[in-house]
């Protein structure tokens, strides 16, 4: 169901609103501090903890991986039929965002907290402790469900100015971005200094009590300040934020919102490609990093061109939506970086130094990578920014075909196929691991030479095969041009009308 076309003023009425800034700059700067506390954490050392720190064994890691992914899916869809039937005073979205602050804190804290009270031997095996281990997990999927499936909501709604929002995700990147990736990389270089240094060196580490109990309470601090402090940040959001693209006052059914989402022909093909995206299995760069080149901070050291270029890459993002389609940025941001890590692959199998494989010589490596993470960065701009509007876009496609939001359903939606996949992908990779030799309890750079290559494959070559097929939808999206605009300027005129009969029925309440 689409509206009647707009008459000439207001196409133009449509036209000028482009120019009004809603959010303010206490807003933004809210804004701001919350796409920091996204990631202003050490959770990329995540899969460094459970293995080396709690010592959690791979199949029980597989069967919480399974776990976790089914019940993610499950409590998605009550999550999404609860936000979207939420009606309050203080909108939809926002008494979420408060609810959600400090049992999500609060969460993340234990979680870091685990070494306290395992001590320095890990679970293993014992199945007492893991079970306190998978609980405490179950919950904190719950809790970022919820945020994730309301952030998204928030931000569709915070601006009814598709200019306005993409200027706020714009600045929301490119300034989180100085401060973000602080822990993680203080992070890496207190496991290098600390790994590397000549006490611990003497104590012959690997089975040491005392280093052991040490290396432990690094992680303990810093998950646990930096859960603090993004927690701080996120409340501090929650009670600036503003709704501003009205809800219909009638609460969509459940059907009706799967309905919404069914008919959404972008959503549809974003969920259809991240789908196919999610068959790609990687076993991540950090535990190729520290198990064979022994560098925690090679992702840092790589990336100092980089850091450089991508806070650049967002001056150009306005250009390239006038001088591109949404379509040819998607895919761009999309698969730039699997065409570079393919050279990254073949800089590891066939250059040899000293006798020893390039992927196992940080001669080879830390150039391949740097010269892949600073040609990325060129695009990362258009990774961050493009894909965020698109979601927000067909949201808004929703409303135009329906005549009602459905943000909380569109967003689960979108992630459900992936979810499923990733499931079973979560279930599949530590199994990997452990068939090409992968042993949690081996001292840093002590792995065998089959899981040792294993390790660099699965982070390069590996992904880029199995996640390819994602490409294919994205050649059919059409949700750009004379489309596009038409869509927004008859919402513009649907939302100005619908605020007039609102103002109208306030306006005759109070003269009674």
Same mark, same amino acid.
């Given at each position: 169901?689409?509206?009647?076309?707009?008459?000439?003023?207001?196409?133009?009425?449509?036209?000028?609103?482009?120019?009004?800034?809603?959010?303010?700059?206490?807003?933004?700067?809210?804004?701001?501090?919350?796409?920091?506390?996204?990631?202003?954490?050490?959770?990329?050392?995540?899969?460094?903890?459970?293995?080396?720190?709690?010592?959690?064994?791979?199949?029980?890691?597989?069967?919480?991986?399974?776990?976790?992914?089914?019940?993610?899916?499950?409590?998605?869809?009550?999550?999404?039929?609860?936000?979207?039937?939420?009606?309050?005073?203080?909108?939809?979205?926002?008494?979420?965002?408060?609810?959600?602050?400090?049992?999500?804190?609060?969460?993340?804290?234990?979680?870091?907290?685990?070494?306290?009270?395992?001590?320095?031997?890990?679970?293993?095996?014992?199945?007492?402790?893991?079970?306190?281990?998978?609980?405490?997990?179950?919950?904190?999927?719950?809790?970022?469900?919820?945020?994730?499936?309301?952030?998204?909501?928030?931000?569709?709604?915070?601006?009814?100015?598709?200019?306005?929002?993409?200027?706020?995700?714009?600045?929301?990147?490119?300034?989180?971005?100085?401060?973000?990736?602080?822990?993680?990389?203080?992070?890496?270089?207190?496991?290098?200094?600390?790994?590397?240094?000549?006490?611990?060196?003497?104590?012959?580490?690997?089975?040491?009590?005392?280093?052991?109990?040490?290396?432990?309470?690094?992680?303990?601090?810093?998950?646990?300040?930096?859960?603090?402090?993004?927690?701080?940040?996120?409340?501090?959001?929650?009670?600036?934020?503003?709704?501003?693209?009205?809800?219909?006052?009638?609460?969509?059914?459940?059907?009706?919102?799967?309905?919404?989402?069914?008919?959404?022909?972008?959503?549809?093909?974003?969920?259809?490609?991240?789908?196919?995206?999610?068959?790609?299995?990687?076993?991540?760069?950090?535990?190729?990093?520290?198990?064979?080149?022994?560098?925690?901070?090679?992702?840092?050291?790589?990336?100092?061109?980089?850091?450089?270029?991508?806070?650049?890459?967002?001056?150009?993002?306005?250009?390239?939506?006038?001088?591109?389609?949404?379509?040819?940025?998607?895919?761009?941001?999309?698969?730039?970086?699997?065409?570079?890590?393919?050279?990254?692959?073949?800089?590891?199998?066939?250059?040899?130094?000293?006798?020893?494989?390039?992927?196992?010589?940080?001669?080879?490596?830390?150039?391949?990578?740097?010269?892949?993470?600073?040609?990325?960065?060129?695009?990362?701009?258009?990774?961050?920014?493009?894909?965020?509007?698109?979601?927000?876009?067909?949201?808004?496609?929703?409303?135009?075909?329906?005549?009602?939001?459905?943000?909380?359903? *569109?967003?689960?939606?979108?992630?459900?196929?992936?979810?499923?996949?990733?499931?079973?992908?979560?279930?599949?990779?530590?199994?990997?691991?452990?068939?090409?030799?992968?042993?949690?309890?081996?001292?840093?750079?002590?792995?065998?030479?089959?899981?040792?290559?294993?390790?660099?494959?699965?982070? *390069?070559?590996?992904?880029?095969?199995?996640?390819?097929?994602?490409?294919?939808?994205?050649?059919?999206?059409?949700?750009?041009?004379?489309?596009?605009?038409?869509?927004?300027?008859?919402?513009?005129?649907?939302?100005?009308?619908?605020?007039? *009969?609102?103002?109208?029925?306030?306006?005759?309440?109070?003269?009674?």
């Amino acid at each position: 169901m689409s509206a009647e076309p707009t008459n000439v003023s207001t196409a133009e009425e449509a036209k000028r609103n482009l120019n009004r800034r809603y959010v303010g700059t206490k807003e933004t700067f809210a804004y701001i501090l919350d796409d920091i506390a996204q990631s202003f954490n050490i959770g990329k050392y995540d899969d460094i903890f459970k293995m080396n720190i709690l010592k959690i064994d791979l199949v029980l890691q597989s069967l919480t991986n399974g776990v976790i992914g089914i019940w993610d899916i499950v409590n998605d869809l009550f999550l999404a039929a609860i936000v979207d039937k939420t009606r309050t005073r203080w909108g939809k979205f926002k008494p979420w965002l408060v609810i959600y602050a400090i049992p999500g804190v609060f969460i993340t804290v234990l979680f870091w907290a685990l070494p306290l009270f395992y001590g320095t031997q890990g679970i293993g095996s014992n199945m007492s402790r893991f079970s306190i281990f998978l609980v405490l997990q179950i919950f904190s999927n719950l809790a970022s469900s919820l945020i994730a499936i309301v952030r998204q909501g928030m931000t569709s709604t915070i601006t009814p100015n598709i200019v306005d929002r993409t200027r706020l995700i714009t600045m929301a990147n490119l300034l989180s971005g100085f401060v973000e990736k602080a822990p993680e990389i203080l992070m890496g270089l207190l496991i290098d200094i600390y790994i590397n240094s000549p006490k611990n060196q003497a104590l012959e580490i690997v089975n040491n009590t005392a280093w052991q109990s040490g290396y432990n309470k690094m992680f303990v601090m810093g998950g646990v300040i930096t859960a603090v402090v993004s927690g701080l940040f996120a409340l501090f959001y929650a009670f600036v934020a503003k709704e501003r693209v009205m809800q219909t006052i009638e609460r969509p059914s459940i059907l009706s919102g799967i309905r919404s989402v069914i008919t959404n022909k972008p959503l549809l093909l974003i969920t259809l490609s991240e789908f196919l995206g999610a068959f790609s299995l990687n076993s991540g760069t950090n535990l190729y990093y520290i198990n064979v080149l022994n560098l925690a901070s090679m992702s840092t050291i790589v990336g100092i061109p980089g850091a450089v270029v991508s806070p650049l890459s967002y001056s150009y993002v306005p250009w390239a939506r006038k001088r591109f389609s949404t379509k040819a940025l998607w895919i761009a941001g999309s698969h730039v970086d699997s065409v570079l890590m393919l050279g990254v692959y073949a800089a590891g199998e066939l250059i040899n130094v000293g006798g020893k494989k390039g992927y196992e010589n940080l001669a080879v490596m830390i150039p391949a990578f740097m010269l892949r993470e600073t040609i990325w960065m060129f695009f990362w701009g258009i990774k961050k920014v493009i894909p965020e509007e698109m979601r927000n876009e067909a949201i808004d496609y929703g409303e135009w075909k329906n005549g009602f939001r459905t943000e909380g359903m *569109t967003g689960v939606a979108k992630g459900l196929v992936t979810k499923m996949v990733n499931t079973v992908k979560n279930f599949v990779q530590p199994l990997l691991l452990k068939q090409f030799g992968y042993d949690p309890n081996a001292s840093i750079g002590n792995q065998e030479v089959k899981a040792r290559h294993a390790l660099f494959w699965m982070c *390069t070559l590996l992904p880029v095969v199995t996640g390819i097929l994602s490409i294919v939808p994205q050649l059919f999206y059409d949700l750009q041009g004379e489309k596009r605009e038409r869509m927004y300027r008859e919402l513009y005129e649907r939302r100005k009308l619908m605020q007039e *009969t609102v103002d109208n029925q306030n306006a005759n309440i109070s003269n009674n």
